[in-house]
């Protein structure tokens, strides 16, 4: 019978925890004695005899009760080593154990404040060492000088070898990154951690969605292209110079890989208005842009969802997948998203891509099969040898915003009607098609009523009191540095201290449609002088008035601070990309894409006040309803 000393009922139910070992692994000699030794120990387990055990599998009596005691054994995981115990040693496995019985583990058992410095140092732990990253010569030179700090004669191990422990060490120091994966990945660098901390383990808890417009991702990625913009000099004359490189904003359905819509931005850095405004053109299909380059055209079905497939315009997703960009954090984003558009919001881990890798995938497919094979790319990295002089070729080829537009259009239509392994080799389109109208997945469309909200998603919203009455002034609103009237609000003094609500279109602030406390529309107000006769951003306000304000405090001559705010940008745009980027956006707010051929002449007008008729100049106005009717034809309400 089997020995007493262990307890065979409970060794029962913990044998039901081992792993079984495929003999498939094992050679033919090791898998012979695996199986001879896994019989024995199943019948030691069973109740048989230990001669009865040893005749059967050959296996000498005292090895039985040895080997099951090696089974019970706990692994670094805590874990039972079971049937693992069981492989025979191969030649490579005992010289491993030599050497982790070797001189150098001996020392370090005999010295166990050597594992700390080692650690500390390689981990950069500031009790141990100021330097990042320490590299094993490093390492081994202080681990030396710890060695004799602490006591270690000169004449015992490390220092009567030929390489004083160095090498011992630095397998020490790999078997060590082995264990600690977390305090490794820290020190090769933060992205390293991030993606460690992100990867599960082996087990997905998500799906990626089978239904089309259920699930949406969106990300900015900056341009592999150089532009050039141009600069106005001060005789007159058009200089042309390097723009800083535009952003595509894209929004890609999970389900079918489709690009439903994107928004493009000049600026350094895309903001929170980009962002809504590329969810915007994924529901409501915007202009097209007019190609203009010879032998670049769309695909037959138009290449967007919209076009190929008029049932799904204004189209609603469920959840749109954002990361944790500060633009993407805005609370105007994240309400006109869940408020809006009844989305919810899904975010990434913080800087790890990785999670909305559909996305990023699209992205390096741009640039590979599209700005990647142009003059101007940057390439994808500064060392790509796709890059050789992108500003030089920018101007010499022209290459200008608007192209780059039209090149994009076009490569994201191409795109939605390229095969993809992922869908088994049919186009975005095509799994589209498949899914929403063989399959029955329509989305959500949405209704007029929230295609007003819509049309709107970028617009802000804010408050103003009316100001107004003192010294016979008429009713107006102060906003971003200007008054704005209008003569719905100023024909009367019945809005005077009342605090009305206002709906701005951020890109462009010469007009701001206005509503009362009930939320009556009341007109739309209109900025006082240059502000009011030219288009222009939030942005843009913000900053002429900061020159106007600098031009004031330095005292020199008055400029409309639009017209100032233009040559100053054209003036430091000579030796800086940023502003002459800003100047070239500044003249497409108002309408000027091109110095040498303006698209629009704009018409000044005189202060604040809409054309009026002729006729009133000769009137004598003593009621406020008859001076209404006047202007407008009809009484006021």
């Not at 732990?125 to 100021?130: G, R």
Request: with cysteine; aromatic share 10%; hydrophobic share 30%.
């Amino acid at each position: 019978m089997a020995n007493k000393r262990f307890n065979i009922t409970e060794i029962s139910e913990i044998r039901k925890t081992w792993n079984d070992i495929p003999i498939d692994v094992l050679s033919y000699e090791e898998s012979i004695i695996f199986n001879k030794r896994k019989q024995a120990v199943n019948m030691y387990i069973d109740g048989c005899n230990i001669s009865e055990i040893s005749n059967i599998t050959g296996v000498h009596p005292t090895r039985i009760g040895k080997l099951l005691k090696r089974c019970l054994e706990y692994d670094d995981n805590g874990e039972y080593i079971g049937y693992r115990a069981l492989i025979n040693y191969s030649r490579n496995n005992k010289s491993e154990k030599r050497n982790s019985n070797g001189n150098f583990s001996s020392l370090l058992k005999e010295y166990p404040t050597l594992k700390d410095f080692i650690e500390g140092c390689w981990y950069g732990d500031k009790k141990y060492t100021l330097e990042k990253n320490i590299n094993c010569r490093t390492l081994h030179d202080k681990f030396l000088k710890e060695c004799l700090r602490i006591g270690i004669p000169d004449y015992n191990y490390p220092f009567n070898t030929n390489n004083k422990g160095y090498v011992s060490l630095c397998k020490y120091v790999k078997d060590l990154d082995k264990k600690k994966i977390y305090k490794a990945a820290t020190r090769e660098s933060k992205d390293n951690m991030q993606k460690l901390l992100s990867t599960g383990y082996g087990l997905r808890y998500t799906a990626n969605t089978y239904y089309p417009y259920s699930v949406v991702q969106i990300d900015g990625h900056i341009i592999d292209l150089m532009y050039n913009v141009e600069i106005l000099n001060e005789d007159g004359s058009v200089d042309k110079t390097i723009a800083t490189r535009a952003w595509v904003l894209a929004v890609i359905d999970v389900a079918t890989r489709c690009v439903l819509g994107y928004s493009v931005s000049q600026e350094f850095n895309y903001n929170q208005h980009d962002v809504l405004q590329a969810l915007q053109n994924a529901i409501v299909t915007p202009e097209r842009p007019v190609i203009t380059i010879d032998g670049l055209n769309y695909p037959d079905n138009g290449g967007y969802p919209q076009t190929a497939f008029p049932e799904l315009k204004n189209a609603l997703f469920d959840t749109v997948m954002l990361d944790n960009a500060k633009s993407h954090l805005s609370k105007n984003t994240l309400s006109k998203v869940v408020d809006r558009l009844n989305c919810s919001i899904n975010y990434g881990s913080v800087a790890t891509p990785e999670t909305r890798g559909i996305v990023e995938r699209f992205f390096g497919s741009l640039e590979t099969r599209g700005f990647h094979k142009l003059p101007g790319t940057t390439g994808s990295n500064i060392k790509d040898l796709k890059r050789r002089d992108p500003e030089k070729a920018a101007i010499k080829y022209d290459i200008t915003f608007d192209e780059i537009v039209q090149i994009l259009d076009v490569l994201i239509a191409e795109y939605n009607n390229t095969p993809h392994t992922s869908l088994e080799n049919l186009t975005p389109l095509e799994c589209m098609r498949r899914r929403v109208f063989d399959n029955g997945m329509f989305p959500t469309i949405a209704n007029e009523e929230m295609l007003k909200d819509i049309v709107k998603l970028n617009y802000l919203t804010d408050t103003r009191v009316v100001r107004g009455g003192k010294n016979g002034k008429r009713a107006y609103i102060n906003y971003e540095g200007s008054e704005y009237r209008c003569n719905e609000l100023s024909v009367s003094g019945q809005y005077i201290g009342q605090t009305i609500t206002l709906s701005i279109n951020p890109k462009d602030i010469s007009e701001i449609d206005a509503y009362d406390e009930k939320g009556i529309f009341i007109g739309t107000l209109r900025a006082r002088g240059e502000f009011g006769t030219k288009s222009h951003s939030i942005k843009t306000r913000k900053a002429a008035n900061k020159l106007a304000r600098e031009r004031g405090f330095n005292k020199l001559d008055f400029n409309p601070a639009i017209s100032a705010y233009e040559q100053s940008l054209n003036k430091k745009g000579k030796t800086n990309r940023r502003d002459a980027t800003k100047a070239d956006i500044l003249r497409r707010e108002i309408g000027n894409k091109n110095i040498t051929n303006p698209d629009i002449e704009l018409q000044k007008e005189e202060d604040h006040i809409v054309p009026i008729n002729k006729n009133l100049l000769h009137l004598e106005i003593t009621d406020p309803e008859e001076y209404y009717q006047a202007i407008w034809g009809k009484k006021e309400g």
